[in-house]
Structures are given as C-alpha cells and as structure tokens.
C-alpha cells in the first residue's frame, strides 16, 4: 500500500476525474492519489471501439437499476454505469456533443456567472484535440482526441438523407455555431481506437512520481474535521485503508456515487440521514436532489441485411477482427450510433429539444435482448425534461446500491416532448430515402397510432439515455451543494467535480461536458484553496 498523505485525493476515475487527477499531477511538487471502485482498463472490449456493446458486465459496469418508475409501469430500469478507468467514457458510444450554448446561459441565469457559454468554451477547446475541425469552437492541441468515424452503414446513411428529405439541414458540426439539423457524430477516437478520459489523460502521467493510483478501492466515507475535508476512508479489495489530503478532496464519482459519497459521510439532507443511523457532519439538504436524465423513446425495423447485425457470429468475427487489425476499417470500427439529428417539438422553443439517433442494428433493452435478422433502431430523446428526481440511500452500508430514482415523465410536458421525438422518427423511418432498405416497423409495429397506444409502448419500452446530472447542483439557492468553483458549501476542503454539477441537463449527450467540468474544476482547483 502506498504512503496514506497527499495534497489531494480525487475519488472516481471517471469523464472529469481524469482529468482532474492530470492537471494537479502536472506540478511534480503535488502529491496525488486517485481512487477508482473499478479495475484497471485492461479489457480489449474497451479499446476496440464496436466493444462497448458486450461491456455490462460487473466487472466494468456498476448495473445498478432504478428503483420503480410509476410512470413506466414501475419496471426497476437498468441503469449501467462506468466502473473502470475512465469510468462511463470505456463503456460508452464515444459520441462527441457538447449541449447549446443556450444550456450554458441558463447555467449563468441561475445564479452561476463563470459558466456561461462564452465562459465553458475555452475549457472545451482545451480539452479537445480535434483532426477535423480548427476553428473558433474547436481545440487542436489538448489531450482528448477527437475525429470523424472510418465509416457510416447505409442505414445511417439513408438516415441522413431521410432527414434532409424532411426539411431539416445538413450540419457537419453538431459543437459549432448551430446544433439544429442532421449529420454524423464526431466520435472520442484516436486511431481508430477508443478515446476515453483515461487514455487520454491518465495515460501522459501514470509514470509520474507523484500520482499515486489506486484501482478497487471503493470509497466509503469523507473525513471532515472541524468543518475541513481531511480525508477519506475507504476498501481497497475489501480491506479496509485510510488517506489524508492536506489541501483537498475532490468527489468526480458522477451523478449516483458522488452524492451516494457524501451521504455516507454524514453531508446531506438531516432528516434522512438520521434515521440511517448516519451521524450528520453537514446538514446540506440539496445533496442526491435535482437529479435529471435523458429518457430514450425508440423504434426499431426489419431491414434488408445491411445492419450490423450478426457481425459478432464467431466466423464474421474473426473475418471481421483480421480486416481490423490488418486496415483498421469495417464493422469493429463502428460507434454503432452513427448519425444523429437535433429537431424542435415546436416553434416556440427556442432551441432543439429533440435529439435523434439513427443506430443500423436491432438495440432492444440495451441491446440485451437478440432478435434474428436485420435491423434498424431509431432512438429520439427529450433533451430537456422537467421531471426531475433524486439519488437517497437504502441503508448506511457502504456496499449496498443507492436508491436511484429519475422519476422519468412525472411532468406531464415530458410526455407531450417524448411523443413528438416518437413521431419524428416514425416520419423518418417511412422516408423515401429508407424505401429500399426496410421492410417493416418492428417495434412498436404499425397498429400502434393512438395516442393512447403510443403511451402504452412507452410505459413498457422506454429506456435510459445514460446521461445523469444534477444532484450535486452549482449554485447559489438553498437547495445548491456547490459554488461556481465547485466547493461543497459549508465546508472547507471539499469539492465536486463531475456531472453531478450540472443545474440542468445539456441538450445532448453528456461526456464532452463531463470532461470540460473535469478541465474547469482543475482549472479552480489550482487557482486557490478552497477557503
């Protein structure tokens, strides 16, 4: 075991805490330690980039799952998280997307001044390592890779014109001056590999003297003395170790662990700590609230057999798996999510509230469920939901998954937002452009049309975005656990760094953020003390 004092303890390993763990490493005088729950990011499945389809298993994901949705037939929905280097960005779809800017002044309107878009863009350009794109929105010499995907399905293809056939303009960047119309993703990539935060930044500096890193070491609690962070507790391959920061802590565990952290330690809302038999350290009652997601309303279609389906039988594998290794083309290359559109429910909002992903496979129950043949998945999303949620605990065990409730549809603008995306996509999957390739609608099939009907596909098939945020909001009301340099309110010592920050869901996905959260934090971090 290593020596147990640093100046800074980051806890996760995920999209921001990389990054974090990076930038304090930079100065060879700093010591510090980063703490991963999960292994060591050794699995071939993550590096190759059409792997992130097989990785549910433990010992890369947390799988947690929800506790009953009333809305949605009050299914306990499965709810996968990153648990490895790199957290969520080696388990995910590596699309690159960086909200509106319009997200970003609604996060200065609420009280956060230092992030509003003008404010966020020099952290994404710094962040970013572009191939692509050079310009006023894109970095070209920061450690994240970003690039165009080696090849689109012509699925996704016929996607692209489908949407153009409906009026909406072709857009060759999603992250520039506008976000509305239809294109292809910028993907996380670099060489034709995965880019996650770990690679791209832990991987520069895991040499360095003075990072300390510790994977299997599950966090229990943050020690706070007289009113200062100190340290923190926690179970390295289950046994139990002690480290203490003599500047800060710093919680980048995400949207469930980093407020399932703090409860633990005693810094949250007192009335239910209490009864958990959880001393309280801090009475802070925002922490595990506002907690958002993206919800997915999808449909799927029998194709002509262009899909990417069955490209995993063992011998189109290895056909496959050689054509990879020896050009770096073909189906191990694919993102899977190749295209993708941002559209507006109405006129009167005023900026895409509907994302569309165009995926050339049958994706059913997180791709869990098989089904023979060809297909097409279409998945629309309402990019701002009203309904908002929480993250509480079950119990003071450590070990036990906390209880995660997004409350998905529980405002009934949800629904009216959820059913337009649904429309969308049927009014793209009956183009003109996809004719020659789909044979039938599969899910929810076409007897489906009333609205009635539509709900009730929807109560039983919708399904999570994998985009939590919020409940470890920045602000300044009283239900806010940070400040706008991401310091726990009421106490010295200890920040938050992660998407759990967000006051509101960005329109997209959430990575690009995650990681520019991650270069923000660092840059605060290293400017001062907190307090």
């Not at 003395?225 to 179970?235: E, I, P």
């Not at 999510?337 to 129950?365: K, M, T, Y």
């Not at 999570?464 to 009283?478: A, F, I, L, Q, R």
Request: charged fraction near 20%; hydrophobic fraction near 35%; proline fraction near 6%.
């Amino acid at each position: 075991m290593p020596d147990n004092r640093f100046d800074y303890i980051v806890v996760g390993a995920g999209a921001a805490g990389c990054v974090v763990a990076n930038r304090l490493a930079q100065d060879p005088g700093t010591r510090v330690l980063l703490l991963e729950a999960g292994g060591r990011d050794w699995s071939p499945l993550i590096h190759l980039p059409v792997g992130f389809t097989k990785l549910t298993s433990p010992a890369v994901n947390w799988g947690f799952e929800t506790v009953p949705q009333p809305q949605l037939n009050d299914r306990r929905m499965w709810y996968p998280q990153g648990r490895t280097l790199g957290g969520s960005t080696s388990i995910n779809a590596m699309i690159y997307i960086r909200g509106h800017a319009e997200d970003y002044e609604t996060w200065k309107k609420l009280g956060n001044k230092d992030w509003g878009y003008e404010e966020v863009l020099p952290f994404f350009r710094r962040a970013e390592h572009n191939e692509r794109l050079a310009d006023a929105y894109h970095g070209t010499d920061g450690p994240m890779n970003v690039t165009e995907q080696v090849q689109h399905n012509e699925l996704s293809k016929a996607f692209v014109r489908a949407a153009q056939e409906l009026g909406l303009p072709f857009n060759h960047d999603f992250n520039g001056a506008r976000q509305d119309g239809v294109g292809y993703y910028d993907v996380t990539q670099r060489n034709v590999r995965r880019e996650s935060s770990a690679t791209a930044y832990l991987k520069p500096v895991r040499r360095n003297g003075n990072l300390t890193i510790v994977t299997h070491a599950l966090a229990t609690k943050v020690l706070v003395s007289s009113g200062k962070a100190v340290g923190v507790r926690y179970l390295h391959k289950n046994t139990p170790a002690v480290a203490y920061a003599d500047r800060e802590v710093v919680l980048s565990g995400g949207a469930v662990n980093s407020p399932r952290l703090l409860l633990l330690s005693g810094i949250g809302p007192a009335d239910e700590l209490r009864p958990l038999g959880i001393d309280v350290v801090h009475d802070l009652p925002g922490v595990g609230k506002n907690f958002q997601d993206h919800m997915d309303v999808y449909l799927t279609a029998e194709t002509v057999p262009v899909s990417y389906n069955e490209s995993d039988r063992p011998d189109r594998a290895l056909r496959y798996g050689l054509q990879y290794l020896l050009t770096k083309t073909g189906p191990v290359t694919a993102c899977v999510c190749e295209a993708g559109a941002f559209v507006r429910s109405s006129d009167e909002v005023v900026s895409p509230d509907i994302q569309i992903h165009c995926l050339p496979a049958f994706v059913i129950d997180h791709g869990r469920r098989r089904v023979k043949g060809h297909g097409l998945t279409i998945n629309t999303c309402n990019l701002r939901p009203r309904s908002i949620g929480e993250v509480r605990l079950h119990s003071s065990d450590p070990g036990r998954a906390p209880a995660i409730n997004p409350n998905y549809l529980a405002d009934p603008y949800d629904w009216q937002v959820s059913m337009a995306g649904f429309r969308w996509g049927r009014k793209l999957l009956q183009s003109e452009a996809f004719a020659p390739y789909v044979r039938q609608e599969h899910l929810p099939g076409a007897q489906v049309q009333t609205d009635d009907e539509l709900r009730t596909y929807i109560r039983e098939w919708a399904k999570t975005d994998y985009h939590p945020v919020g409940s470890c909001k920045m602000g300044t009301d009283e239900m806010a656990v940070v400040d706008g340099e991401l310091r726990v309110h009421g106490l010295d010592g200890l920040r938050v760094v992660d998407a759990s920050i967000m006051p509101t869901l960005i329109s997209g996905n959430t990575q690009a953020t995650s990681i520019m959260i991650g270069e923000k934090g660092a840059h605060h971090l290293l400017a001062g003390p907190a307090r």
